[in-house]
Every structure is written in C-alpha cells, then in structure tokens.
C-alpha cells in the first residue's frame, strides 16, 4: 500500500509539472522561421534555435547570430504584415494560417499566404489586396481566427 501511495504521489507531481510546462510552452512565430533571411536571402530560412529575440509576446528563431542582431537593432522592419497570418486572408477580412514557405516581400515588408493557390490569387490584384487588408486589419487583428 505504501508503494501504491508513493506511485501515486510521484505520478500526480509528473503531471502536474507537465500540465505546468505545456502552460508555459510557445511555439516559436512563424512556425521557427528566420524572419530576416526573407530580406537579406529572400529566401524561407528555418532559425536553428541557437538564436532567439523575444518581441511583443512572441519568440523569434534566426539561422546565425548575425540576423539575431539585425533584428534586435530594428525588429519592426522585419515583422510580417499582419500579425504572421495570411495576406489574402486579411484582405477577406478573415486570418488564415501560413505556410512559411509562401512568401513575399514588396515595398521592405514581408507578406506570407496559406498555400501557392492562395498566393495566385494574391499576386493577381497585389496592389489592391494590401490595400483591402491594411483597411481590414485594425478591425481583425485582436480577434480569434474562429470568430472570423
């Protein structure tokens, strides 16, 4: 009975400790993509996690100490429009996840969409959907994908 009680008493601080680290846990912003290289390579860089800046609550990984530090000197310049969530889906007023890979970068800001199908259709009116996104974004940016 005393082993019993032991196990048992191990067993809930296990998971209590897990259920305190997955709390804590973040996943890094823009799946661990080095949001420099899309400037300096443009190109989708994953960081190593060697290198990371926290800003706004959320955690940047870079692929060399050298981007770390271009983005602490100037992290806005680096940031994706939007919040990270796709440009296209802004511009519907709606946040869609990305896919990192799916990129551009027009007039120094960076512009993720949801997939290449989406990226299409973004690309054939660029011009007028970051207009229609930067309209709707104030109106987006604090509320849950899934209220959208």
Known sequence: MKNLLAILTTLSLLFA???????????????GYDV???????EAVKGNGFNTSEHDGQTYIFSSKENKELFDKNPTKYLPE??????????????????PTIFEVVDGKLYLNLNSDIQKKWEA????NIETAHTKWPNIKDKKASDL
Do not use: Q, R
């Open 17 to 31: 400790n897990v259920a305190t680290a997955a709390d804590n846990f973040a996943l890094p912003a823009i799946s």
């Open 82 to 99: 939007f919040g990270g969530w796709c440009a296209y889906g802004a511009s519907l007023g709606k946040k869609f996840h990305v896919d």
């Open 125 to 128: 009116e660029k011009t007028k």
């Open 36 to 42: 420099v290289s899309y400037f300096t390579k443009n």
